[in-house]
Protein backbone atom coordinates (compact mmCIF):
# COMPACT_ATOMS: atom_id res chain seq x y z
CA UNK A 1 0.00 0.00 0.00
CA UNK A 2 3.01 2.25 0.70
CA UNK A 3 4.41 1.37 -2.25
CA UNK A 4 1.52 2.48 -4.50
CA UNK A 5 1.15 5.90 -2.35
CA UNK A 6 4.75 6.85 -3.63
CA UNK A 7 4.14 5.70 -6.81
CA UNK A 8 0.88 8.07 -7.23
CA UNK A 9 2.93 10.72 -5.86
CA UNK A 10 6.03 10.81 -8.09
CA UNK A 11 3.58 10.41 -10.71
CA UNK A 12 1.71 13.84 -10.00
CA UNK A 13 4.72 15.40 -9.51
CA UNK A 14 5.87 14.14 -12.76
CA UNK A 15 2.67 15.42 -14.11
CA UNK A 16 2.58 18.67 -13.04
CA UNK A 17 5.69 19.57 -13.58
CA UNK A 18 5.61 18.58 -17.42
CA UNK A 19 1.92 20.32 -17.49
CA UNK A 20 4.06 23.54 -15.90
CA UNK A 21 6.76 23.01 -18.75
CA UNK A 22 4.15 22.52 -21.44
CA UNK A 23 2.36 26.03 -20.65
CA UNK A 24 5.27 27.84 -20.55
CA UNK A 25 6.37 26.88 -23.98
CA UNK A 26 3.14 27.75 -25.11
CA UNK A 27 3.08 31.52 -24.00
CA UNK A 28 7.06 31.56 -25.61
CA UNK A 29 5.80 30.27 -28.59
CA UNK A 30 3.82 33.23 -30.29
CA UNK A 31 6.05 35.77 -28.48
CA UNK A 32 9.63 36.88 -29.33
CA UNK A 33 9.91 40.57 -28.26
CA UNK A 34 7.91 41.34 -25.68
CA UNK A 35 4.55 42.99 -26.16
CA UNK A 36 4.93 46.34 -24.53
CA UNK A 37 2.58 48.70 -23.70
CA UNK A 38 -0.91 49.56 -24.73
CA UNK A 39 -0.96 52.37 -27.47
CA UNK A 40 -3.02 55.48 -26.16
CA UNK A 41 -3.14 57.17 -29.28
CA UNK A 42 -6.03 58.14 -31.57
CA UNK A 43 -3.29 56.80 -34.65
CA UNK A 44 -4.47 53.36 -34.14
CA UNK A 45 -7.96 51.94 -33.74
CA UNK A 46 -8.64 48.82 -31.69
CA UNK A 47 -6.21 47.64 -29.20
CA UNK A 48 -2.49 47.54 -29.88
CA UNK A 49 0.55 47.10 -28.21
CA UNK A 50 3.97 48.64 -28.43
CA UNK A 51 7.52 47.19 -27.40
CA UNK A 52 10.39 50.10 -28.81
CA UNK A 53 13.55 47.96 -29.59
CA UNK A 54 15.66 50.57 -30.55
CA UNK A 55 15.55 54.41 -30.97
CA UNK A 56 17.19 55.81 -33.65
CA UNK A 57 20.17 58.21 -33.63
CA UNK A 58 22.79 59.56 -35.46
CA UNK A 59 24.94 56.35 -35.65
CA UNK A 60 21.30 54.32 -36.86
CA UNK A 61 18.42 56.59 -37.21
CA UNK A 62 16.31 53.77 -37.49
CA UNK A 63 13.72 53.18 -34.89
CA UNK A 64 13.12 49.32 -34.31
CA UNK A 65 9.70 48.64 -32.66
CA UNK A 66 7.66 45.14 -31.69
CA UNK A 67 3.58 45.77 -32.40
CA UNK A 68 0.80 43.61 -31.32
CA UNK A 69 -2.51 43.98 -33.30
CA UNK A 70 -5.65 42.51 -31.54
CA UNK A 71 -7.97 41.08 -33.87
CA UNK A 72 -9.74 44.05 -35.80
CA UNK A 73 -7.17 46.87 -34.92
CA UNK A 74 -5.27 48.65 -37.48
CA UNK A 75 -2.89 51.61 -38.04
CA UNK A 76 -4.54 55.04 -39.73
CA UNK A 77 -3.31 55.88 -43.09
CA UNK A 78 0.14 57.23 -42.80
CA UNK A 79 3.42 57.46 -44.45
CA UNK A 80 6.99 57.59 -43.60
CA UNK A 81 9.20 60.10 -45.30
CA UNK A 82 12.35 57.53 -45.30
CA UNK A 83 9.89 54.91 -45.68
CA UNK A 84 9.56 51.11 -43.53
CA UNK A 85 9.95 47.65 -43.15
CA UNK A 86 8.16 45.63 -41.22
CA UNK A 87 8.42 41.97 -40.56
CA UNK A 88 5.68 39.51 -39.94
CA UNK A 89 6.76 37.29 -36.64
CA UNK A 90 3.21 36.10 -35.87
CA UNK A 91 -0.22 35.92 -36.41
CA UNK A 92 -2.53 37.30 -39.86
CA UNK A 93 -2.53 40.93 -40.80
CA UNK A 94 -3.41 43.19 -43.64
CA UNK A 95 -1.46 45.92 -45.36
CA UNK A 96 -2.36 48.14 -48.19
CA UNK A 97 -1.27 51.01 -50.09
CA UNK A 98 -2.82 53.56 -51.53
CA UNK A 99 -4.22 52.54 -55.03
CA UNK A 100 -3.49 48.93 -54.40
CA UNK A 101 -5.52 45.77 -53.34
CA UNK A 102 -5.20 45.03 -49.95
CA UNK A 103 -2.49 42.02 -48.92
CA UNK A 104 -3.13 39.46 -46.20
CA UNK A 105 -0.02 39.08 -44.03
CA UNK A 106 1.31 35.77 -42.24
CA UNK A 107 4.24 34.98 -40.29
CA UNK A 108 7.30 35.22 -42.18
CA UNK A 109 6.17 38.02 -44.83
CA UNK A 110 8.06 40.97 -44.97
CA UNK A 111 6.91 44.00 -46.84
CA UNK A 112 8.70 47.52 -47.45
CA UNK A 113 6.81 50.25 -47.57
CA UNK A 114 8.12 52.92 -49.80
CA UNK A 115 9.11 56.39 -49.28
CA UNK A 116 5.75 59.03 -48.27
CA UNK A 117 3.29 56.62 -49.99
CA UNK A 118 0.13 56.33 -47.82
CA UNK A 119 -0.67 53.07 -46.52
CA UNK A 120 -1.74 51.08 -43.61
CA UNK A 121 -1.29 47.93 -41.56
CA UNK A 122 -3.39 45.84 -38.78
CA UNK A 123 -4.27 42.73 -37.39
CA UNK A 124 -7.32 40.62 -39.65
CA UNK A 125 -11.03 40.44 -38.46
CA UNK A 126 -10.31 37.71 -36.74
CA UNK A 127 -6.88 36.97 -35.97
CA UNK A 128 -4.06 39.32 -33.97
CA UNK A 129 -1.25 40.50 -35.87
CA UNK A 130 2.68 41.05 -34.50
CA UNK A 131 4.88 42.88 -36.56
CA UNK A 132 8.25 44.03 -36.36
CA UNK A 133 8.74 47.51 -37.84
CA UNK A 134 11.33 49.00 -39.21
CA UNK A 135 11.42 53.19 -40.03
CA UNK A 136 13.62 55.37 -41.15
CA UNK A 137 14.17 58.92 -39.56
CA UNK A 138 16.36 60.65 -41.49
CA UNK A 139 13.81 61.91 -43.65
CA UNK A 140 11.54 63.24 -40.68
CA UNK A 141 8.53 61.48 -38.90
CA UNK A 142 5.91 59.14 -39.43
CA UNK A 143 2.58 61.82 -41.41
CA UNK A 144 -0.68 60.62 -40.14
CA UNK A 145 -3.75 60.95 -42.11
CA UNK A 146 -7.55 59.95 -41.94
CA UNK A 147 -8.64 56.54 -40.52
CA UNK A 148 -9.20 53.47 -42.28
CA UNK A 149 -13.18 53.58 -42.68
CA UNK A 150 -14.88 49.87 -42.26
CA UNK A 151 -15.46 49.24 -45.80
CA UNK A 152 -11.22 49.86 -46.64
CA UNK A 153 -10.66 47.79 -43.80
CA UNK A 154 -13.12 44.43 -44.95
CA UNK A 155 -12.52 44.80 -48.91
MN1 LIG B 1 3.63 52.20 -41.72
Known amino acids: MKNILTLVFFCTV ?11 KRSDANTIFPKGNKINNDNFKGTAYLKTLMEADSLNPTSVGNVTFEAGARTKWHKHPGGQILLVTDGVGYYQEQGQAKK ?42 HEVTEEEYIK
Open 104 to 145: ILRKGDVIKCPSNVPHWHGASVNTAFVQVAITNRHLGETVWL
Open 14 to 24: IFSSCAQQRGN
